[in-house]
Structures are given as C-alpha cells and as structure tokens.
C-alpha cells in the first residue's frame, strides 16, 4: 500500500534526526509454532498511518528539560504515573483507529456521525490514548489507579472508577469495546483481572483489545517503589529474565493463558508502545502485542 502524500510530508519534514528507539512492527514466525497464530496475524507499519507519524514528529517539539527536572524530583515521593501526571509529561501512543479497524473491521460501524455503543478502557492513564477511539463511541467509561490520572479523566467527561470502585455487577455483558493496554504486566491479579473483563464484554458485538509489553516482565507499582505482583501468570520461560524472544513469550501467553480462560483469538500485531521522551531521546518504545479477542459462549 502507497502511503499518502499527508503522511510523506509528515515524514519528511519531522524526522530529521535518526531514530534512537527500534520501531518493530514485524514477527519472525519461524519462532512461531502455531499455524493459527501466524495465520492471523496482520502486518502493520508507521508509514501508513498518519495518527503514528503525528505523534512521533511531536516527540520532537515536546522536550523540556525543565519537566524532566520536576519529574525526576517528584520520582523521590511517588509513583512515575503521578510524577508524569503532575507535570504532564509521558503522553503515550498505541495505536489510531485505522489501525484498530484493520485488526477488527467491524468496528467501522462505530462512527463520529452515527455514534452509539458502549466502551470501557481499563488503567487509561491520562486518556490520550481513549481519546482517539472515545469519539466514536456514545459512553465513555475508564478506571485509574493514579488520582492524579483520574481528575485528569474526569475533565474529559468521562465516568471514572478506580479498580476497586468499579460497579461490576452493574455492567455485565454490556460493552462493545474493552480495552486493556499495556495494565496486565502492571496488574497486582493479572489473571483475575483478564476473567473479570470477559464478563463486562457484550457477547454478540463486543471485543477485547488486549496490549501487552513483551516479552513479559511483570511488575506492580507501588508509590516509588516496584513490587512483584500477587497472583502469577503461566509464562514459563517466556520471560525477559529468561531473555526469551518476543514471539515466544507471545505464544506462550496466548496457548497458555488467554485461550484457557475462555477467549477466542480473532486476530493480532506487533506494534511499538512510544511515549514521549526526554532531552536524552524524543521518544521511548517498548514493543507491544496487540490482541483482538472474544470471549467463548459460557
């Protein structure tokens, strides 16, 4: 596919300098052993997508060194959420709505002129990422753990739970967009936390679109501190400490966790997590799994 001449231009005027950060879009699927898994996945990249290269060209423009000091200091008595909350730095991009329509097509039918339905996005930070699906969408729901992030939520006029406030009983079956993003390594009962969600998803309509950092290397904050999380996930070897690659700890995961908890892969890509950076680099990346997932008929 021929990127358009708004993203060229995009392009060439931004990235002047190269990239210090890896932008890994691709699997190698000879480390892949299910037919299922290489067969579903689609293949994205930056240069198709505006919303990608808009962001990173304003990774350019964002550096400050005087937020960088604040934050540093503020990392003394708190979490790096409220830290990056208070002086509004660490802004997050996942992925555009194109690129979500491209791993689930369905999803056209949810548009800025005919909006309805019902989505939820759990751990949704300061909302920039929500933002860019919310749109579409006639009920916006999000939970938080940081109270910074939550006020922050809230002024975009949205419904705001932390974890624990959330009304589960009350919205059983009734979303059509779950989204979960880069929250299950950070997640105290990861397992618990992908169960209950299968029971928020509306059964004909809904998904869950699952991110996750890989390989996996979980950890929980807690205030300035980083803490191992209660309740382990069957990773096996799979894991960064094991030095294990991306798309075995991404097998492992899904074979392992996902399926047997009551989901069905619909489809899935590799994408980079970026979040803007510092005076040292203007952004930063991880490299994500995207999951489109449905919960199985209990």
């Known amino acids: 596919m021929m990127r358009s001449t708004k993203v060229n231009e995009i392009v060439n005027s931004s990235f002047t300098k190269p990239f210090k950060q890896r932008l890994d879009y691709s699997v190698n699927d000879s480390f892949l052993y299910s037919d299922t898994l290489k067969e579903s996945f689609v293949q994205l990249n930056k240069d198709e997508d505006e919303d990608t290269c808009k962001f990173l060209a304003s990774c350019y423009n964002d550096q400050s060194i005087l937020k960088d000091m604040a934050a540093s200091f503020l990392r003394n008595f708190m979490s790096l959420t409220d830290a990056n909350g208070y002086t509004?730095?660490?802004?997050?991009?996942?992925?555009?709505?194109?690129?979500?329509?491209?791993?689930?097509?369905?999803?056209?039918?949810?548009n800025h002129e005919n909006k309805a339905g019902k989505l939820l996005d759990i751990g949704a930070g300061d909302g920039s990422i929500t933002a860019r699906i919310a749109s579409r969408f006639n009920e916006v729901v999000a939970t938080e753990t940081s109270t910074v992030m939550q006020t922050k939520l809230k002024s975009r006029g949205w419904k705001c739970y932390s974890p624990e406030e959330l009304p589960v009983t009350d919205m059983k079956h009734v979303y059509d967009l779950v989204m979960c993003l880069n929250v299950l390594d950070r997640a105290d009962k990861p397992l618990t936390l992908l169960r209950d969600l299968r029971d928020l998803i509306n059964p004909t309509t809904g998904i869950l679109v699952l991110a996750v950092v890989l390989p996996w290397c979980p950890f929980v904050e807690s205030g300035n501190k980083q803490k191992e999380p209660s309740e382990k996930l069957d990773m096996g070897n799979a894991t960064c400490k094991a030095k294990a690659t991306f798309e075995a700890s991404f097998e492992r995961l899904v074979e392992k966790v996902i399926l047997p908890i009551g989901y069905r892969l619909e489809s899935w890509t590799r994408l980079p997590y970026i979040s803007k950076g510092d005076v040292n680099s203007p952004f930063y990346t991880l490299s994500d799994a995207v999951l489109i997932l449905r919960p199985l008929p209990s």
């Open 88 to 110: 509004n730095r660490g802004e997050m991009f996942v992925f555009s709505w194109d690129q979500l329509v491209k791993l689930a097509p369905h999803l056209k039918e949810f």
